[in-house]
């Protein structure tokens, strides 16, 4: 296999005395889906947090295609290609949608481009572009989710992170979102994503791992660990 896209060793985030995530080894390969699922407070937001540079990493390094992004400060992270969705509530409620898209592209410079992003976008969500001139606010749950999902497109990302983007939202919509996750993985995109939903995570990944109290205990190809027992009784309910 090729080298992978982003690479992660030996990361540890501790908050306080709490170490958080005890030195965890992480890749993703370009054009793969890969996800990191686990309980509630395993390590799985502070991981994300570490990797878009907004906690402090206690020890560990983190490459994008070789470049070193340990110690970048988040918003040169962003431009080299690293991209969080931010949680799908964090959108601007007063600013219109087309207002929060545009704002995703505010690093970019290349005018044509981001136009055809936003049509991109347009295209993936249509409500985004039936709603383009009304509030972010009066959107609902799952279109907030599309949104800042959207936003993030906007920056071009190489990478893109996401943290839980079914939470709170009904199953229907969540099995939306997914769907969408791969389309635009099969447009060329890598992701990360965080998930407490484990079922479905695995069932769209390529590559996942299974975190509990900060370390990596599993990992496996999506199909492999949604067929392990361990997986099985631990967070399938099987
Ligand atoms: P969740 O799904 O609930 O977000 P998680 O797997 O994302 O869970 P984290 O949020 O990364 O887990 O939390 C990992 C550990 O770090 C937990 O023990 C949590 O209580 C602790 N923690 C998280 N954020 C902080 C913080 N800001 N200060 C202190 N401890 C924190």
């Known amino acids: 296999m090729s080298a992978p896209l ?26 793969q889906i890969t996800t990191l699922v686990g309980a509630n ?7 994300l947090l570490a990797l878009s540079g907004l906690v402090k990493k206690a020890a560990g390094r983190v490459t994008l ?11 040169k992270i962003v431009s080299s290609g690293v991209v969080q969705v931010a949680e799908g509530r964090a959108t601007l409620t007063t ?5 929060n898209l545009e704002l995703g592209a505010y690093t970019r410079r290349d005018r044509d481009s981001r136009a055809r992003d936003l049509d991109y976008v347009y295209g993936l969500f249509p409500v985004l572009k039936e709603r ?15 949104l800042a999902i959207g936003r993030a497109l906007m920056a071009k990302p190489r990478v893109l992170l996401l943290d839980e983007p079914s939470m709170g ?8 979102i997914f769907r969408t996750l791969r389309n635009i ?17 695995l069932k769209i990944a390529d590559r996942a791992y299974v975190i509990e109290t900060g ?7 999506g199909r492999e660990l949604l067929v392990n027992p361990k997986v099985q009784e631990a967070y399938l309910g099987s």
């Open 95 to 99: 600013l219109t949608v087309r207002e």
């Open 6 to 31: 982003l690479q992660v060793n030996g990361l540890k985030v501790a908050y306080g005395h709490i170490e958080a995530v005890k030195g965890i080894d992480l890749e993703l390969h370009e054009g």
């Open 41 to 47: 407070g395993a390590g799985k937001s502070t991981t």
């Open 215 to 221: 370390s990596i205990v599993l990992s496996g190809t």
């Open 65 to 75: 295609d070789g470049k070193d992004l340990t110690k970048m400060a988040p918003h």
């Open 132 to 146: 383009a001139g009304g509030l972010a606010g009066n959107l609902s749950g799952g279109e907030q989710q599309m």
């Open 169 to 176: 939202l009904a199953p229907i919509i969540v099995q939306d």
């Open 185 to 201: 993985n099969q447009a060329g995109l890598t992701i990360f994503l965080v998930e407490q939903n484990v079922r479905q995570a």
